[in-house]
């Protein structure tokens, strides 16, 4: 195959960091490239230079692209050589209809009057394509994230896409909805598109990749084709990955946890019941009786749906939900969470699942979010004493291995293994007894992903509770002292980490009464 695409010699520099440095990529026609790397590696950065969100004269390098030499000035500039990215975070208007979000820029009209009935039958063919069985005037905030993906990949067919972009696809989709995405994908190759694909999941990477290329700080570790790393059983070479991606072996996913000694019941809830926040007569979550005790990490498994962010939510100072009934104590005393600064006062944190809409302050610094849930601890007299606040910014940063320019760097141009550093960062500075951790390393690297599980390590060693909510069932087996089941908003099972296994824990969802 002749390369549809060549980039030499990249480097961008951001104030304070050189995000990357002599890169090189090339990607073939009609192939499936991954692109893989740490966190903060420069995978994204690097499809931005591609696609125009850094312009020509803002980087250093050459991007040819079907044997021309491109200076690409913006985003429309890629998108008229049918060069189009979908980023982590979909760029859909939630209260338009599909089809309006599929031509928005790029009207069907004619003199300058939008022409509906054509872009109605443009976009029932282009959903077609994708396997979108919804009607074109149906507006995207009636539909789950996975069909909303699917739009977004709709849009880019309207744009006669010729390489299409997709960073972390699949990171906020289910099982099924990832695997028909895959699915996609290799159709479009047989049509000639080629993909790059940015994907932290390496299941994924053996599926559909003919070619991976590892990026590690920002340059080129190697490029791989398929027959380098996959068995002509299908299975990867993961640790090969690994290792170019981190630049060590990691012989053990998750770090050993050593002896701790586990105390008495650090959270008790019983009797947990909450209706859904719009649709009273909807019991979302119901009689959830749980403990976590001091030096132990409980984990809540369950399908996408089973309620367990709802459950975190309802009992995080009832963030959640409405109609709220049950009892909750900590340390052994009743605890009323009615609010968040309730729940915190309690010693109780939680992290939510979505770092950039509810855990952070993009806009905001490292210094400001690390210290946001715990403002008295810095200040006096109601002014925050900005020394201490800087200090304890740092501390934490040096603790937990922010990489980032310096505390006063906005917490928005971090990677997403970083800003997931300064959430912990921030409920561990409000010294809780009780950690609700959702989601903890969705969307992040190996590495990163490690570097997580050694902080909850500690925080068990230190006497804390951990409940971790996963979707991910070796994460969760392999973290976990005991395993709560949760189906239809009510847990199902319950096991110790030497009872839990993948095939239990889905026989109990079975059981039970099956998917949503």
């Not at 909805?177 to 993909?195: C, E, P, R, Y």
């Not at 992290?351 to 403002?375: F, H, M, P």
Request: net charge negative.
């Amino acid at each position: 195959m002749t390369a549809l695409l060549e980039m030499c010699g990249i480097t961008k520099t951001f104030p304070g960091v050189k995000a990357l440095n002599n890169v090189n990529l090339t990607v073939r026609t009609g192939e499936i490239h991954a692109l893989v790397g740490e966190n903060g590696a420069g995978k994204s950065t690097l499809m931005k230079v591609l696609s125009g969100v850094y312009p020509h004269g803002t980087f250093d390098g050459q991007i040819m692209f079907d044997g021309a030499e491109e200076r690409f000035s913006g985003i429309h500039d890629s998108e008229r050589q049918g060069i189009i990215i979908i980023h982590q975070e979909l760029a859909l208007v939630p209260l338009l209809s599909i089809a309006e979000n599929i031509f928005l820029g790029n009207e069907v009209s004619h003199y300058g009057i939008i022409d509906w009935p054509l872009a109605m039958a443009r976009t029932r063919k282009l959903l077609d394509m994708v396997g979108l069985d919804e009607p074109p005037e149906t507006l995207v905030t009636n539909i789950g994230v996975g069909k909303q993906q699917l739009v977004e990949i709709a849009k880019a067919l309207s744009k006669r896409v010729r390489l299409l972009i997709l960073d972390e696809p699949t990171a906020s989709l289910n099982e099924s909805d990832s695997n028909a995405l895959l699915d996609l994908l290799v159709s479009f190759k047989q049509q000639g598109i080629t993909s790059i694909l940015i994907s932290h999941k390496l299941n994924e990477i053996a599926r559909v990749a003919d070619t991976v290329t590892i990026l590690r700080d920002g340059t080129t570790v190697e490029t791989l084709d398929r027959e380098d790393i996959i068995a002509p059983d299908g299975e990867m070479d993961e640790d090969r990955i690994i290792k170019g991606m981190v630049g060590r072996d990691m012989a053990h996913r998750y770090p050993p946890r050593g002896d701790v000694a586990i105390g008495e019941p650090l959270l008790e809830v019983e009797g947990w019941t909450v209706r859904h926040p719009i649709h009273a007569q909807r019991i979302v979550v119901e009689d959830i009786s749980l403990t976590v005790r001091g030096g132990e990490v409980v984990g809540i498994a369950g399908l996408l749906g089973a309620g367990r962010t709802e459950f975190a939510m309802s009992l995080f100072g009832r963030s959640y939900g409405q109609g709220i009934n049950g009892r909750a104590r900590i340390n052994g005393r009743p605890v009323h969470l009615s609010s968040v600064p309730q729940a915190i006062d309690a010693a109780l944190a939680y992290a939510t699942e979505d770092r950039k809409e509810y855990g952070l302050v993009l806009q905001e610094d490292v210094r400001s979010n690390i210290t946001l849930a715990n403002l008295h601890g810095v200040a006096d007299w109601g002014v925050i004493d900005a020394a201490r606040e800087r200090k304890a910014a740092e501390h934490y940063r040096s603790r937990l291995n922010i990489r980032c320019a310096g505390v006063g760097q906005q917490t928005v141009n971090l990677s997403g293994g970083n800003q997931q550093k300064v959430v912990l960062s921030k409920w561990l500075f409000a010294t809780p007894d009780i950690l609700i951790l959702d989601e903890p390393t969705r969307g992040i690297d190996v590495g990163a992903k490690y570097e997580i599980y050694t902080i909850i390590n500690e925080l068990a060693q230190n006497g804390k509770g951990v409940l971790m909510i996963s979707s991910e069932m070796p994460e969760l087996l392999g973290m976990c002292d005991r395993i709560y089941v949760m189906n239809r908003g009510r847990i199902v099972a319950e096991f110790s980490a030497a009872e839990a296994s993948q095939e239990a824990i889905m026989r109990a969802i079975v059981k039970s009464g099956g998917v949503n």
